[in-house]
């Protein structure tokens, strides 16, 4: 059954790169990459049950808080231009 749902999950998360690949714009893309980054941390989660190795749930988690924020800032520099430093140092400046 877990194998099963390996497999569901596997084809996702080609779909989520195929999407990444040949979204037509960049928030497509960044959300995409989100998508992938998601499945790629239920993967480990039942890659981790299958194998019966409990600290993959770290693993997995780690990984999500990781992708959550890469995301957060992607977003932000594609937004803004940069990820906030110029506007602090030229605020000071002044």
Do not use: H, Q, W
Request: hydrophobic share 55%; proline share 2%.
């Amino acid at each position: 059954m877990f194998a099963t749902a390996t497999v569901g999950v596997l084809v996702s998360m080609s779909l989520a790169l195929v999407r990444a690949l040949l979204g037509p714009t960049v928030y497509d893309r960044v959300l995409a990459v989100n998508t992938f980054g998601t499945k790629t941390v239920l993967l480990i989660a039942v890659l981790g049950f299958l194998t019966e190795r409990p600290e993959f749930l770290d693993l997995a988690l780690v990984y999500a808080l990781i992708n959550f924020i890469g995301t957060i800032a992607v977003l932000k520099f594609f937004e803004f231009g940069d990820l906030g430093l110029t506007r602090r140092i030229s605020r000071e400046a002044d």
